[in-house]
């Protein structure tokens, strides 16, 4: 969809079979991740897909995590929970860093409790079920290596609803419509804003060198930790990179604007904030 234009152009179809309940995710702005879902016969698929923006084209991927799943909640960079083909409702989450030619996979503390039809936005899930009947209205935020529960949903109870986020000067959630559990399709719509400042209380100081810097800067962490998990902020609290790895130490700031930035970087035992400037 083109908002300049105000009008949709049909792109080259997904390769695989039909499905419904997929699960969607945008790497960089040129890649979109599809997979898993509902295929025609009733079951769910764990099939992974990149569709490539600038060349309108598809490349298969390794397959997904198991077990297959439809409805689960996916965004930022994250996958949670869904339904197997034996109708078990899933509680598993998983991270996906988009910096190699294939998404890699790594596991995240549990979901609270097991859920389907969630959705998520940043780091926060909001709604879904536990059956087709039980509907909640859990707001959850995974901050650093654990969830916390954050107070409900307003609107109540809600599953399928629709998300949305606003990135800038302050972060804004979306959320509203879907079904409740009265099983009635709702229209309201609710926004939540996020904090933009940094919280440094009791994070430790993350070593980053060169400071400045104009294309690479290095940061130090300790692999047997576990996987490092890195986001990189801009001044006015934009996520300009975000990647897991248990191996790569450098980030790439060459087209990043000059300015100020702020790296947090999270592993099962810490957490560690750093600062760096990116010259002009």
């Not at 995974?142 to 609107?155: A, K, N, Q």
């Not at 609803?161 to 959320?175: E, K, M, N, T």
């Not at 897991?244 to 100020?260: Q, R, V």
Request: charged share 15%; aromatic share 12%.
């Amino acid at each position: 969809y083109d908002p300049a234009l105000d009008q949709w152009e049909e792109m080259t179809p997904l390769p695989g079979e039909g499905r419904y309940a997929a699960a969607v995710l945008s790497s960089d702005g040129s890649r979109i991740l599809v997979t898993y879902g509902m295929l025609a016969n009733g079951m769910p698929t764990k099939e992974a897909w990149y569709y490539h923006v600038d060349s309108d084209s598809w490349s298969v991927l390794p397959d997904a995590p198991e077990p297959a799943r439809h409805r689960a909640a996916a965004g930022s960079s994250y996958i949670a929970g869904g339904m197997d083909d034996a109708g078990n409702v899933l509680s598993d989450t998983w991270h996906i860093d988009f910096t190699g030619p294939t998404p890699t996979w790594f596991a995240m503390p549990n979901l609270p409790e097991p859920r389907f039809g969630a959705r998520i936005a940043f780091a926060f899930v909001i709604g879904g079920a536990s059956s087709w009947t039980e509907i909640h209205d859990n707001v959850w935020s995974l901050s650093f290596s654990d969830w916390t529960v954050l107070d409900p949903f307003p609107g109540g109870p809600r599953r399928g609803g629709a998300i949305g986020v606003i990135s800038g000067l302050s972060h804004s959630i979306f959320f509203g419509t879907g079904l409740d559990e009265s099983l009635e399709r709702q229209n309201d719509w609710w926004r939540m804003d996020l904090p933009s400042s940094v919280h440094e209380l009791q994070n430790e100081a993350l070593t980053i060198s060169p400071n400045p810097a104009t294309d690479v800067v290095l940061f130090a962490f300790t692999p047997t930790n576990g996987t490092a998990i890195v986001t990189v902020i801009d001044a006015t609290g934009k996520t300009v990179r975000s990647f897991s790895s248990l191996a790569i130490n450098t980030i790439n700031i060459a087209d990043l604007p000059g300015g100020c930035y702020t790296v947090f970087l999270q592993q099962t035992d810490q957490h560690r904030i750093g600062r760096f400037i990116k010259l002009p």
